[in-house]
């Protein structure tokens, strides 16, 4: 069963950082693919950033430039280092994982106040 494990989140002002973590219970290599999703209230969970084997990066459109997503394979730990954060960034932030099949972290809360 593989497990991912986030931390990192927190409340920040608005033009703050955070450092998200991702950890995962097996080596990242194993996953096609690994992202970053957030889901607002009221709001459908969207994509914050992704990132494949190869170093691939894909981004949302509203955090381009912002945000970065990193790995450390050493470590199975994937990274969204969040920048100029706006109170729209609030959310609950999702480690995601493919391969076969998808699997979740448990989420962490971002909340940045104006």
């Known amino acids: 069963q593989v497990q991912l494990v986030e931390s990192g989140g927190g409340l920040v002002q608005a033009g703050g950082s955070l450092r998200l973590s991702c950890t995962a219970s097996?080596?990242?290599?194993?996953?096609?693919?690994m992202g970053w999703y957030r889901q607002a209230p009221g709001n459908e969970r969207e994509l914050v950033a992704s990132?494949?084997?190869?170093?691939?990066?894909m981004y949302g459109d509203s955090v381009k430039g912002r945000f970065t997503i990193s790995r450390d394979s050493a470590k199975n730990a994937v990274y969204l280092q969040m920048n100029s954060l706006k109170p729209e960034d609030t959310a609950v932030y999702y480690c995601?994982?493919?391969?076969?099949?998808?699997?979740w972290g448990q989420g962490t809360q971002v909340t940045v106040s104006s």
């Open positions: 995601q994982a493919w391969a076969v099949r998808e699997y």
């Open positions: 097996r080596s990242i290599f194993s996953f096609n693919n």
């Open positions: 990132i494949t084997p190869s170093l691939s990066t």
